[in-house]
Protein backbone atom coordinates (compact mmCIF):
# COMPACT_ATOMS: atom_id res chain seq x y z
CA UNK A 1 0.00 0.00 0.00
CA UNK A 2 1.65 3.28 -0.91
CA UNK A 3 1.19 5.38 1.98
CA UNK A 4 2.33 8.38 0.82
CA UNK A 5 -0.80 8.24 -2.27
CA UNK A 6 -3.15 8.44 1.03
CA UNK A 7 -0.61 11.09 2.29
CA UNK A 8 -1.28 13.40 -0.06
CA UNK A 9 -4.91 13.00 -0.86
CA UNK A 10 -5.48 13.40 3.14
CA UNK A 11 -3.90 16.53 3.25
CA UNK A 12 -6.17 18.12 0.18
CA UNK A 13 -9.24 20.17 1.53
CA UNK A 14 -12.25 19.69 0.68
CA UNK A 15 -14.65 22.92 0.53
CA UNK A 16 -18.41 23.41 2.22
CA UNK A 17 -21.20 25.37 3.44
CA UNK A 18 -22.51 25.69 6.70
CA UNK A 19 -26.00 27.65 7.46
CA UNK A 20 -27.16 29.04 10.49
CA UNK A 21 -31.12 29.18 11.76
CA UNK A 22 -33.21 30.97 14.79
CA UNK A 23 -35.57 29.56 16.57
CA UNK A 24 -38.49 30.50 13.35
CA UNK A 25 -35.84 27.74 11.43
CA UNK A 26 -35.12 30.50 9.03
CA UNK A 27 -31.38 30.59 7.72
CA UNK A 28 -29.51 33.73 9.20
CA UNK A 29 -26.39 32.80 7.98
CA UNK A 30 -24.17 31.49 5.55
CA UNK A 31 -20.39 30.09 5.50
CA UNK A 32 -17.61 28.46 3.53
CA UNK A 33 -15.96 26.10 5.66
CA UNK A 34 -12.76 23.90 4.54
CA UNK A 35 -11.88 20.75 6.31
CA UNK A 36 -9.34 17.96 6.00
CA UNK A 37 -10.30 14.45 4.90
CA UNK A 38 -8.46 10.91 4.83
CA UNK A 39 -9.76 8.36 2.09
CA UNK A 40 -9.70 4.58 2.76
CA UNK A 41 -10.46 2.58 -0.62
CA UNK A 42 -11.81 -0.07 -0.08
CA UNK A 43 -13.38 -3.06 -2.81
CA UNK A 44 -14.78 -2.72 -5.97
CA UNK A 45 -14.01 1.66 -6.23
CA UNK A 46 -16.06 2.03 -2.91
CA UNK A 47 -13.94 4.45 -0.80
CA UNK A 48 -14.80 5.44 3.23
CA UNK A 49 -13.80 9.25 4.18
CA UNK A 50 -12.41 10.44 7.67
CA UNK A 51 -12.62 13.70 8.25
CA UNK A 52 -9.66 15.19 10.34
CA UNK A 53 -11.58 16.27 13.92
CA UNK A 54 -9.48 19.52 15.75
CA UNK A 55 -8.73 18.10 19.06
CA UNK A 56 -10.23 21.44 21.84
CA UNK A 57 -12.35 21.29 24.93
CA UNK A 58 -16.25 21.72 25.15
CA UNK A 59 -19.02 21.46 27.58
CA UNK A 60 -20.69 17.87 27.01
CA UNK A 61 -24.44 17.49 28.10
CA UNK A 62 -27.12 20.16 28.87
CA UNK A 63 -27.44 22.61 31.17
CA UNK A 64 -30.64 22.18 34.10
CA UNK A 65 -33.95 23.24 32.39
CA UNK A 66 -33.29 21.78 29.26
CA UNK A 67 -33.07 18.25 27.41
CA UNK A 68 -32.85 14.57 30.05
CA UNK A 69 -31.50 13.83 33.29
CA UNK A 70 -29.56 11.40 31.77
CA UNK A 71 -27.63 14.56 29.91
CA UNK A 72 -26.22 16.29 32.88
CA UNK A 73 -24.41 16.93 34.59
CA UNK A 74 -23.02 19.46 32.30
CA UNK A 75 -18.89 18.96 32.14
CA UNK A 76 -15.76 19.86 29.97
CA UNK A 77 -14.23 17.57 28.52
CA UNK A 78 -10.99 17.90 26.27
CA UNK A 79 -10.65 15.90 23.11
CA UNK A 80 -7.30 15.31 21.41
CA UNK A 81 -7.57 15.50 17.64
CA UNK A 82 -9.01 12.06 15.80
CA UNK A 83 -10.51 11.13 12.78
CA UNK A 84 -14.26 10.52 12.33
CA UNK A 85 -16.58 9.20 9.17
CA UNK A 86 -18.04 11.65 7.24
CA UNK A 87 -21.48 9.90 6.97
CA UNK A 88 -22.58 7.20 8.59
CA UNK A 89 -21.20 3.62 7.28
CA UNK A 90 -23.24 3.05 3.76
CA UNK A 91 -24.44 -0.34 2.39
CA UNK A 92 -21.80 -0.38 -0.45
CA UNK A 93 -19.15 0.33 2.07
CA UNK A 94 -20.74 -2.55 4.35
CA UNK A 95 -20.76 -4.73 1.62
CA UNK A 96 -16.75 -4.39 0.55
CA UNK A 97 -15.88 -4.85 4.18
CA UNK A 98 -18.43 -7.68 5.33
CA UNK A 99 -19.69 -11.19 4.38
CA UNK A 100 -22.74 -11.00 5.64
CA UNK A 101 -25.88 -8.31 4.67
CA UNK A 102 -28.09 -7.19 7.48
CA UNK A 103 -31.96 -6.69 7.45
CA UNK A 104 -31.96 -3.26 5.54
CA UNK A 105 -35.47 -2.01 5.99
CA UNK A 106 -34.49 1.14 3.76
CA UNK A 107 -32.39 -0.06 0.63
CA UNK A 108 -29.74 1.72 -1.06
CA UNK A 109 -26.15 1.51 -1.88
CA UNK A 110 -26.14 5.28 -0.62
CA UNK A 111 -28.26 4.82 2.57
CA UNK A 112 -26.92 4.22 5.72
CA UNK A 113 -26.39 0.68 6.68
CA UNK A 114 -29.31 0.35 9.05
CA UNK A 115 -30.74 -2.71 11.51
CA UNK A 116 -27.10 -3.02 12.51
CA UNK A 117 -26.67 -4.21 16.51
CA UNK A 118 -23.80 -2.41 18.51
CA UNK A 119 -21.85 -6.35 17.79
CA UNK A 120 -22.28 -6.15 14.23
CA UNK A 121 -20.96 -2.50 14.53
CA UNK A 122 -17.89 -3.31 16.26
CA UNK A 123 -17.32 -6.35 14.28
CA UNK A 124 -17.17 -4.04 10.76
CA UNK A 125 -14.66 -2.12 12.61
CA UNK A 126 -12.34 -4.83 13.41
CA UNK A 127 -12.99 -6.08 9.98
CA UNK A 128 -12.26 -2.79 8.44
CA UNK A 129 -8.92 -2.73 10.59
CA UNK A 130 -7.92 -6.30 9.26
CA UNK A 131 -8.25 -5.27 6.00
CA UNK A 132 -6.42 -1.91 6.39
CA UNK A 133 -3.81 -2.17 9.01
CA UNK A 134 -5.83 0.72 10.83
CA UNK A 135 -7.34 0.77 14.45
CA UNK A 136 -11.01 1.84 13.49
CA UNK A 137 -13.23 1.57 16.06
CA UNK A 138 -16.36 3.43 16.94
CA UNK A 139 -16.10 7.00 18.62
CA UNK A 140 -16.43 7.38 22.65
CA UNK A 141 -19.88 9.18 23.44
CA UNK A 142 -17.68 12.29 24.21
CA UNK A 143 -15.77 12.28 21.07
CA UNK A 144 -19.41 12.00 19.09
CA UNK A 145 -20.59 14.98 20.98
CA UNK A 146 -17.76 17.02 20.37
CA UNK A 147 -17.61 16.42 16.65
CA UNK A 148 -21.18 16.87 16.62
CA UNK A 149 -21.25 20.07 18.41
CA UNK A 150 -18.41 21.20 16.28
CA UNK A 151 -17.89 24.29 18.87
CA UNK A 152 -21.31 25.30 18.89
CA UNK A 153 -23.62 25.43 22.13
CA UNK A 154 -27.09 25.49 20.80
CA UNK A 155 -29.51 22.39 21.12
CA UNK A 156 -28.33 21.70 16.91
CA UNK A 157 -25.40 22.29 15.21
CA UNK A 158 -27.34 24.77 13.04
CA UNK A 159 -28.85 26.78 16.05
CA UNK A 160 -32.01 26.93 18.08
CA UNK A 161 -33.69 24.76 16.28
CA UNK A 162 -34.07 22.16 13.30
CA UNK A 163 -36.28 21.31 10.13
CA UNK A 164 -36.79 19.25 7.52
CA UNK A 165 -34.59 21.19 4.82
CA UNK A 166 -31.59 20.26 7.13
CA UNK A 167 -32.22 16.74 8.86
CA UNK A 168 -34.42 13.72 8.29
CA UNK A 169 -36.32 13.50 11.07
CA UNK A 170 -40.54 14.01 12.05
CA UNK A 171 -41.35 16.87 10.66
CA UNK A 172 -44.75 16.99 11.93
CA UNK A 173 -43.59 17.99 15.20
CA UNK A 174 -41.86 21.02 15.72
CA UNK A 175 -38.99 21.92 18.37
CA UNK A 176 -39.47 25.96 18.55
CA UNK A 177 -41.21 28.16 16.35
CA UNK A 178 -40.15 26.30 13.01
CA UNK A 179 -42.99 25.20 10.32
CA UNK A 180 -43.96 21.53 10.35
CA UNK A 181 -41.59 20.22 7.81
CA UNK A 182 -42.39 16.38 6.22
CA UNK A 183 -42.33 12.83 7.35
CA UNK A 184 -40.15 10.28 4.83
CA UNK A 185 -40.77 7.52 6.99
CA UNK A 186 -36.99 6.12 6.37
CA UNK A 187 -33.19 7.05 5.37
CA UNK A 188 -31.99 9.19 3.14
CA UNK A 189 -28.84 9.12 1.33
CA UNK A 190 -25.71 10.00 3.31
CA UNK A 191 -25.07 13.46 2.63
CA UNK A 192 -28.43 15.15 1.32
CA UNK A 193 -28.44 17.74 3.78
CA UNK A 194 -25.83 20.33 5.24
CA UNK A 195 -22.74 19.60 7.29
CA UNK A 196 -21.68 21.37 10.33
CA UNK A 197 -18.51 23.35 10.81
CA UNK A 198 -15.90 20.38 10.87
CA UNK A 199 -17.57 18.95 7.69
CA UNK A 200 -19.48 15.89 9.21
CA UNK A 201 -22.73 14.85 7.89
CA UNK A 202 -25.90 13.49 9.16
CA UNK A 203 -25.21 14.01 12.36
CA UNK A 204 -28.66 14.80 13.37
CA UNK A 205 -31.17 12.43 12.45
CA UNK A 206 -31.87 9.81 9.74
CA UNK A 207 -30.37 6.93 11.98
CA UNK A 208 -28.98 6.71 15.61
CA UNK A 209 -25.42 6.30 15.61
CA UNK A 210 -23.63 3.39 18.13
CA UNK A 211 -20.46 4.92 20.17
CA UNK A 212 -18.61 2.34 22.10
CA UNK A 213 -19.28 3.40 25.72
CA UNK A 214 -21.40 1.66 28.00
CA UNK A 215 -24.38 3.15 29.05
CA UNK A 216 -24.78 5.26 32.75
CA UNK A 217 -27.57 6.93 34.08
CA UNK A 218 -26.29 10.37 34.05
CA UNK A 219 -22.39 11.88 33.63
CA UNK A 220 -21.53 11.52 37.44
CA UNK A 221 -17.90 10.53 37.30
CA UNK A 222 -17.57 10.57 33.68
CA UNK A 223 -14.18 10.79 32.17
CA UNK A 224 -13.09 14.66 30.88
CA UNK A 225 -10.08 13.16 28.41
CA UNK A 226 -12.43 11.71 25.68
CA UNK A 227 -11.91 8.62 26.06
CA UNK A 228 -14.64 4.95 26.52
CA UNK A 229 -16.20 5.05 29.41
CA UNK A 230 -16.57 1.26 30.22
CA UNK A 231 -18.14 -0.27 32.79
CA UNK A 232 -19.20 -3.58 34.43
CA UNK A 233 -22.35 -2.17 36.08
CA UNK A 234 -24.28 -2.84 32.50
CA UNK A 235 -24.57 -4.35 29.43
CA UNK A 236 -26.51 -1.81 27.22
CA UNK A 237 -24.46 0.79 25.13
CA UNK A 238 -25.00 3.91 23.71
CA UNK A 239 -26.67 5.82 20.79
CA UNK A 240 -26.55 9.07 19.74
CA UNK A 241 -28.21 11.77 16.80
CA UNK A 242 -31.81 10.61 16.55
CA UNK A 243 -33.49 9.42 13.61
CA UNK A 244 -36.20 9.54 10.72
CA UNK A 245 -38.66 8.12 13.17
CA UNK A 246 -37.80 10.90 15.93
CA UNK A 247 -39.25 14.14 17.41
CA UNK A 248 -36.58 16.85 16.62
CA UNK A 249 -35.77 16.95 20.06
CA UNK A 250 -34.74 13.30 20.09
CA UNK A 251 -31.81 14.40 17.59
CA UNK A 252 -30.02 17.41 19.39
CA UNK A 253 -26.86 17.06 19.94
CA UNK A 254 -27.29 16.14 23.85
CA UNK A 255 -29.53 13.46 23.13
CA UNK A 256 -28.77 10.11 24.40
CA UNK A 257 -30.35 6.77 24.08
CA UNK A 258 -29.57 3.37 25.41
CA UNK A 259 -29.98 -0.05 24.05
CA UNK A 260 -28.89 -3.88 24.16
CA UNK A 261 -25.76 -4.69 22.00
CA UNK A 262 -27.19 -7.94 20.57
CA UNK A 263 -30.09 -5.82 18.65
CA UNK A 264 -30.70 -3.68 15.99
CA UNK A 265 -32.98 -1.57 14.84
CA UNK A 266 -34.51 -0.29 11.44
CA UNK A 267 -33.09 3.21 12.36
CA UNK A 268 -29.64 2.10 14.33
CA UNK A 269 -26.53 2.98 12.19
CA UNK A 270 -23.37 4.08 12.44
CA UNK A 271 -19.83 5.81 12.14
CA UNK A 272 -16.19 4.72 12.63
CA UNK A 273 -13.63 6.68 14.13
CA UNK A 274 -9.78 6.87 14.19
CA UNK A 275 -6.92 7.87 16.54
CA UNK A 276 -3.96 8.28 13.95
CA UNK A 277 -3.52 7.38 10.48
CA UNK A 278 -0.44 5.23 11.82
CA UNK A 279 -0.31 1.45 10.38
CA UNK A 280 -0.29 -1.23 13.04
CA UNK A 281 0.39 -5.05 12.60
CA UNK A 282 -2.45 -6.98 11.18
CA UNK A 283 -1.82 -9.77 13.18
CA UNK A 284 -3.02 -8.49 16.45
CA UNK A 285 -7.06 -8.52 14.64
CA UNK A 286 -7.03 -11.22 12.65
CA UNK A 287 -7.95 -13.26 15.49
CA UNK A 288 -11.47 -11.71 15.69
CA UNK A 289 -11.97 -12.43 12.03
CA UNK A 290 -14.47 -15.57 12.60
CA UNK A 291 -16.78 -12.87 15.02
CA UNK A 292 -16.77 -10.51 12.14
CA UNK A 293 -17.74 -13.22 10.30
CA UNK A 294 -20.97 -14.88 11.99
CA UNK A 295 -24.16 -14.55 10.31
CA UNK A 296 -26.85 -13.19 12.08
CA UNK A 297 -28.75 -16.09 14.54
CA UNK A 298 -31.56 -17.42 11.49
CA UNK A 299 -34.20 -16.79 14.41
CA UNK A 300 -32.80 -13.22 15.23
CA UNK A 301 -33.37 -12.72 11.31
CA UNK A 302 -36.88 -13.77 10.75
CA UNK A 303 -37.91 -11.97 13.89
CA UNK A 304 -36.25 -8.51 12.66
CA UNK A 305 -38.41 -9.34 9.64
CA UNK A 306 -41.42 -9.37 11.35
CA UNK A 307 -41.00 -6.21 13.21
CA UNK A 308 -39.81 -4.53 10.20
CA UNK A 309 -42.88 -5.69 8.66
CA UNK A 310 -45.31 -4.10 11.11
CA UNK A 311 -43.33 -1.07 11.08
CA UNK A 312 -44.07 -0.22 7.66
Not at 65 to 77: A, F, I, K, L, T
Not at 208 to 222: L, P, S
Request: hydrophobic share 35%; with cysteine; glycine share 10%.
Amino acid sequence: MDNSLFEERSNQGFEFEVVTVDGLGQITERQKHTATQFIENLDAGISLEMVVIPGGTFIMGSQAGHGYEDERPQHSVRIPSFLMGKYPVTQEQWEAVMEWTPPYRCRGARRPADGVSWHDATGFCERLSAMTGRDYHLPSEAEWEYACRARTMTPFYFGETITTDLANYVGEYIYRSEPQGIYRHGTTEVGSFPPNAFGLYDMHGNVWEWCADTWRDNYVGAPVDGRIWESRAGSERVLRGGCWHDTPGLCRSAARLKHIPTEGEDFFGFRVALTSLEQNSVSAVWHNRGQADQRMDPTRRVARRIRTWFRR
